[in-house]
Structure formats: structure tokens, C-alpha cells
């Protein structure tokens, strides 16, 4: 890792179709020598040694989620960002704090600043290239000490004046330092020192953790029925043990309320397997080369084409009105219009710090917690399943054309390949892929949407996104280690 930025311009491509478009890019210049950077390796890393890298870039990661911000006075106060955690990655009142956060805001920012063609990028030209990475990661830097300081100024830690404005320092460096750790641990996997990107990795390894912690956790709580286990497999064998009726046991075991139960553990592997069941599927358009005779291949449509996407997106939304709601119904509960946006209450057996909508439009976006509550409330169900299809349906389709996956883009990238599809002139390619492309980002945004209805109706640990999240990302690390595992010969992947 190094501040001495390695990154080279060329005048020719500097001159080349820059002009005017490129002076938003060139304002990051200046910047760009100051910038933290992970050098790119000079020959290509081997496998072993990216899969070290990896389980080293994650030891970090999983190291400062535990370690707690030196100076915070408490940190048991109601966490409005509860909801965000399950995409962000992060851990409250550790340098984890953040997680994720200003990697993907700075990331999404970037890509519809991009999508939108506010900033005119041209990724043929390197240097083009290189502004933009470069701009992307000023602008998480710049977000990290944006929230690092909000943090700390919305008293989440604990009062500022009691704190000292020393501490407060200290606090908001450890915080940045925390969030540049973070970018470079992201930086250092996708520039091949790894495996796929820190942002996926990270992702899936909360929400894995935390499902294991809901099956595992030896916490003990006191329900009102007797002290019982927090983890679902463990309260099994614990009321099996020290109850003397059986069956009565099992019962509890399986459908006990508020806490993880064997029920939400046999629904969230169904809910694996599902999903993982749906990533066949996809339509694969026959291509032909224009310049070497015989040279055939298949260009894969999935049905998951934009992958996990719409449910961040859509969890992003949500997770954002309901942040805004919970400030706003603590500060001003009596207000007409802030009780229309969502009224919170603190359920009396649930995670610390976690507030629950009962009222308003944070009430109804959110998934009822059981097949009980939606047969109790049908009109808070309909809303909410035809929101979930709707927005990510929607968050699909317009991803396409953000991502550069549109059939215009593709239509592209197969003619810069020398490639069209089979039997269709590059003319008529546009209209081909039209045909595909916009269909499977929509029926793909709403099957994710629904199995995200179906993981939250069945009460899946992790909520349904969190699922959803986690299956996508570690079978794109299976699709990657199988690949990497059958060009090496590896009797493992066999």
C-alpha cells in the first residue's frame, strides 16, 4: 500500500476527446498523488496466494469489527441506523462503525453521476479511467469524515460537551483511519491480489455471522417464561434437557415468539436452497465471430441478470426513510406529519437498541414478522409485497442502463469483441438483445423482491434481504473458485 500514487497519464490521451467534457475529472488531478492506493501487481497472483490474501483481507476486517472506538462514554443508545447495518457491514461502536457505507453511497453516487452522463467518462481512455477510480475514492474519503462527524455530533456516543472536543477528535480520526483501512482492504482484492471484491466479501460474512449467531448464541434472556437461550439450536437442546414434558419442549423450540426458533433456521436453508435453485436460470443467445471463421460462443442472459442490486437498492431506500423517521418521531412524536411518516415503539424481548415501526409509511413499507401478523393486518401485507415487487422491478431496469448492461452497451462490447449474435447483422443486434435484456432485469428484479416477501414471511434469521444477499454473493464465490479450480486442476473442484 502506498500514498506516492503510481498512476501515469499520457498526453496523448489526456488530449484525446477530453476537452471540456473531462473538467469536472480533472478538478481530482491535484488530489490523486495524496490518495492511499494498492499498487497493481506486476504479474499475475496465483491462486493460493489470492485465496491468502483474501482470508487475510477478511481476518482484518472481522479484527476491527471487534475493537471498540476508544473515547465513546455509551453506546447503548436506540441505533437508527439498525435496519442499514444488514448491507453496510458494520458493527455498532467499533471501528466498524461505518463498514461499507461511504464505499457504496461514493460508489453509487459515482456510477449514476456516470449513468446519468452528468460526468462524461469515456473508459477507453485510460486517463479517464483513472480519474473516475480516483474521484470515487476522494468522494468515500470525503464521506467517511462527513459520517464519522455526524456520529459523533448526533450524540450517538454519548454528549458532546461531556466528551471534550479532544475526544471528539480522536473518535472521528479513528473512525477515518477505520473507513481508509476499508477502501484499501476493497482496493487490494479487486486489483487481483484476491478474490472478487471486499465490498461482497464483507457483506456476506456479517450476514453469515449473524445467522450463526442466532443459531448458536449462548446469551441468555428472560422472556417471562424463564431464562432461555438466544440461539435457536442451542434453546432446542436446552428445553429437550430441563423440560420434563417433550413435546411441549418441541413446540417452543420451533414456534417460541421474539426469539430465534428451529422454524426460522429450516426457513432460511429452504430459502438457500431456492435461490440457488433460480441461479440456473438463464437464456444463453448464440454469437459468432466476424473475423475467424468457425469461432462460436453463447452470450448468458441470467435471470438474476442484475444480480443482487435492485434488493441494495431497495433496502437503501428503506432503510434511509426509516433512519429519517425514527430522528424525526424521537424529537417531534406529537407532530401530525412526522407520525404519518412512521411511529416507533422498543418491543420488550428484541435486540438492543433496535426500534420497530408500528404506524405510519415506515409501518407499511416493512415486512410483516409472521404469517400470524399478516393474517392479522392483510391491508399492511398487500402494500408491502406490491412495494417490494414494484421498487425492485423498477431499481432493475433502471440499473441496466446506470451499469452500462443495457442492449446498447452489450450490443458494444460484443462489437468491440468482433462478435455478433448469431444469424443478425450488428445493425439489428440493438433490437435482438431488446428483446431479453429488459425483460430479465425486470422479472429478475421482481423474482428477487418475492423471494425476499417469501424469506420475511417464513420468519428466515437475517431477514429476507440479508438472505438474499448473502446466497448471491457466495454463489458468485463458488462460480469464481470453481472456475479457478478447473483451469488449475484442482481435485476439490471436481
Not at 488530449?15 to 478538478?27: A, N, P, Q, V, Y
Not at 476491527?64 to 435496519?83: A, E, H, M, N, R
Request: charged share 15%; glycine share 8%; net charge positive.
Amino acid at each position: 500500500v502506498s500514498t506516492q500514487s503510481t498512476w501515469g497519464f499520457s498526453d496523448t490521451e489526456s488530449s484525446r476527446d477530453s476537452g471540456t467534457k473531462m473538467r469536472f475529472l480533472h478538478l481530482v488531478k491535484p488530489f490523486v498523488p495524496f490518495l492511499p492506493e494498492v499498487r497493481t501487481p506486476e504479474k499475475k497472483i496465483n491462486f493460493q496466494d489470492r485465496l491468502m490474501w483474501t482470508v487475510l483481507a477478511l481476518f482484518i476486517f472481522l479484527v476491527c469489527s471487534q475493537i471498540p472506538v476508544f473515547g465513546i462514554l455509551s453506546s447503548k443508545s436506540s441505533d437508527p441506523f439498525y435496519w442499514m447495518r444488514v448491507i453496510l457491514a458494520s458493527n455498532k461502536g467499533t471501528l466498524m462503525e461505518l463498514g461499507i457505507s461511504p464505499i457504496i453511497t461514493a460508489g453509487l453516487v459515482m456510477q449514476l453521476l456516470s449513468g446519468a452522463k452528468i460526468i462524461q467518462v469515456d473508459e477507453s481512455i485510460k486517463e479517464d479511467r483513472i480519474l473516475f477510480a480516483a474521484a470515487q475514492k476522494l468522494l468515500g474519503l470525503i464521506i467517511t469524515i462527513v459520517e464519522a462527524v455526524a456520529y459523533v455530533m448526533s450524540g450517538m456516543y454519548g454528549n458532546v460537551q461531556e466528551i471534550g472536543p479532544i475526544i471528539c477528535s480522536i473518535i472521528v480520526l479513528q473512525m477515518f483511519v477505520a473507513g481508509i483501512i476499508c477502501i484499501l482492504l476493497d482496493e487490494l482484492l479487486q486489483k487481483g491480489y484476491g478474490l472478487g471484491s471486499g465490498i461482497s466479501l464483507f457483506i456476506a460474512t456479517n450476514i453469515c455471522e449473524t445467522i450463526i449467531w442466532k443459531c448458536f448464541s449462548p446469551t441468555t434472556i428472560n422472556t417471562g417464561r424463564g431464562t432461555e437461550f438466544e440461539g435457536a439450536v442451542i434453546a432446542l437442546f436446552h428445553l429437550l434437557i430441563t423440560r420434563t414434558d417433550k413435546v411441549r419442549a418441541l413446540k417452543e423450540a420451533f414456534y417460541r415468539p421474539q426469539l430465534p426458533n428451529i422454524t426460522n433456521l429450516m426457513a432460511t436453508i429452504l430459502v438457500f436452497i431456492i435461490v440457488i435453485f433460480f441461479q440456473g436460470f438463464r437464456v444463453d443467445l448464440p454469437v459468432t465471430s466476424t473475423k475467424q471463421r468457425g469461432a462460436n460462443g453463447s452470450y448468458p442472459i441470467k435471470l438474476f441478470y442484475t444480480s443482487n442490486m435492485p434488493i441494495i437498492l431497495q433496502t437503501a431506500l428503506v432503510s434511509n426513510l426509516y433512519f429519517f423517521s425514527q430522528l424525526l418521531y424521537k424529537r417531534f412524536s406529537n407532530n401530525f406529519l412526522v407520525c404519518l411518516l412512521g411511529v416507533w415503539a422498543d418491543p420488550e424481548y428484541n435486540t438492543p437498541g433496535m426500534s420497530r415501526p408500528v404506524g405510519g409509511l415506515a409501518y407499511y413499507v416493512s415486512p410483516p414478522q409472521s404469517f400470524s401478523e399478516m393474517l392479522s393486518d392483510p391491508f399492511h401485507a398487500i402494500i408491502y409485497v406490491t412495494f417490494v415487487l414494484t421498487t425492485c422491478a423498477l431499481f432493475s431496469k433502471a440499473w441496466i442502463d446506470v451499469s452500462g448492461s443495457s442492449a446498447k452497451d452489450v450490443a458494444k462490447q460484443l462489437k468491440e469483441q468482433q462478435m455478433v449474435l448469431r444469424g443478425h447483422r450488428e445493425s439489428s443486434m440493438i433490437k435482438e438483445l431488446n428483446r431479453y435484456i429488459p425483460t430479465a432485469a425486470a422479472f429478475g428484479g421482481m423474482c428477487i423482491g418475492a423471494l425476499t416477501v417469501i424469506a420475511d414471511f417464513l420468519g428466515a434469521i437475517g431477514s429476507g434481504t440479508g438472505i438474499l444477499l448473502a446466497v448471491t454473493i457466495i454463489y458468485q464465490y463458488f462460480e469464481m473458485f470453481a472456475k479457478e479450480g478447473s483451469s488449475l486442476n484442482l481435485p476439490f473442484m471436481h
